[in-house]
């Protein structure tokens, strides 16, 4: 029973940092129909970010509760920035070319960023440990359970939640939907598909830094943490299926039981669990699970 505990909590902590990455890839996907690469850089960005908050913020001796806000803040504000260059820059520039051309385009600017990362920050790894430490642990039995990750938890729901609502509830959301079904149809009928993309990548942007700002305390903040990062949000993607919030969500929980049962139970095979997983659901479901109908165009 333990085991078997330590599995489902594992799972649900992995599976929120995942769903959390995931979910901003998902959204570009869905809109603009953009495999958009550079979406590790914004986590590997917001990493970085966090990690130079923490250290602006805890070294201070300011108070914990704005530490986590002000890492969250200054995380997805590199975000936004970088999503408005990205965008407004480059990607503009290639909508409607063939989908090789822009994943090679955005490719290349994955690779840039890098390079800008050492620039900014130089080679050496950082640490953001401060907001783990803060947050302290609660015993449950005989296992003990850090604060900040059921936080992690919490914030990965609260987002899914507020995500589903947005999209079903709010005008916004609704021009999105006309969007992502058939964006010809919605440009005749006077929506600015071009304001939407913009929207939709610096929201994705956003995600995927608040992504990176969330794990930082949890991990060592190092050159290459974007490119694991890209590999694990497109098989949770692939998994749920392109474009959809709760295929990302489901996708997430997927992959983070099936990767921590791998650990507590078979470590050799973490990594392979997790795109054997992708093969067996892609091999019934080719879309994912949760795919968008497509429109039948005549």
Known sequence: MLTAFAI???GLVYAAYLFLVAVGLTLIFGVMKILNVTHGSFYAFGAYGAATAAGI???RGLPDAGGFLFMALFAMAIGLLIG??????????VYGRDEVVVVLVTYAIFLI???????IWGPRSYAAYQPMVAAGSIDVGDLTLSIYDIGLVVLAGVVAAAGRWALKYTRYGRLLTVVIFDRETAAAYGINVTVVYTVTFLIGAMLGALGGAVMAPKISVTLGIGVEVIVLAFAVVAIGGMGSVEGALIGALIVGISRAAAVHLVPQL???VIYAVMALVLGFRPYGLFSQVQPRKI
């Open 113 to 119: 960023l890098e390079d800008v990362i050492v620039l």
């Open 57 to 59: 913020w805890f070294d």
């Open 84 to 93: 408005i260059i990205i965008e407004r820059g480059t990607l503009r520039f």
């Open 270 to 272: 973490e990594l392979f």
């Open 8 to 10: 489902v909590t594992d």
